[in-house]
């Protein structure tokens, strides 16, 4: 999905998808954005953008069912500083430091699985070797050296 999806919100609290021409549910949202588009959800009668509010709306249902999202400290900032210090803070640093957190992690996590995924093939390659392997070669027998000779 190219560009921003504009959402209508009309007044009985039914959101519009533009680009679908159909009614959407807060969760028909929440799966657009987990799937990485970029909404704005516009007040049809006031002509307002009211993103902010619906997806506050969205993570405060999410908040519901698992009882938490953010920690209550970082709750308690947002509370005492509001707007005054935390909007620029919020707006530049936050969401390109999570970014960056979730590119790492994927980045540790391929890491790893390419470690398991080598590990498992010395793993395999050892136990074919010990399958091949005569178990009465591996201590060297007195009595072979001496026929030998």
Excluded: C, W
């Excluded at 519009?16 to 987990?34: G, N, P």
């Excluded at 070797?129 to 026929?147: G, R």
Aim: charged content about 25%.
């Amino acid at each position: 999905m190219s560009g921003i999806i504009t959402i209508k919100k009309y007044p009985n609290r039914r959101l519009y998808h533009t680009r679908e021409s159909a009614y959407i549910t807060l969760e028909d949202v929440s799966e657009l954005i987990k799937g990485g588009a970029r909404v704005q959800v516009i007040d049809v009668t006031s002509g307002d953008d009211v993103t902010p509010i619906v997806l506050t709306q969205i993570i405060m249902n999410k908040a519901k069912e698992d009882n938490a999202i953010l920690p209550v400290s970082l709750m308690h900032l947002v509370i005492q500083y509001g707007e005054s210090h935390l909007h620029d803070f919020f707006d530049q640093y936050l969401e390109t430091s999570i970014q960056n957190y979730l590119g790492l992690r994927k980045q540790m996590d391929d890491q790893i699985k390419s470690y398991m995924d080598m590990g498992t093939g010395l793993s395999n390659m050892a136990e074919q070797t010990i399958k091949q392997m005569d178990p009465m070669n591996l201590f060297p027998n007195p009595l072979n050296k001496q026929n030998k000779e």
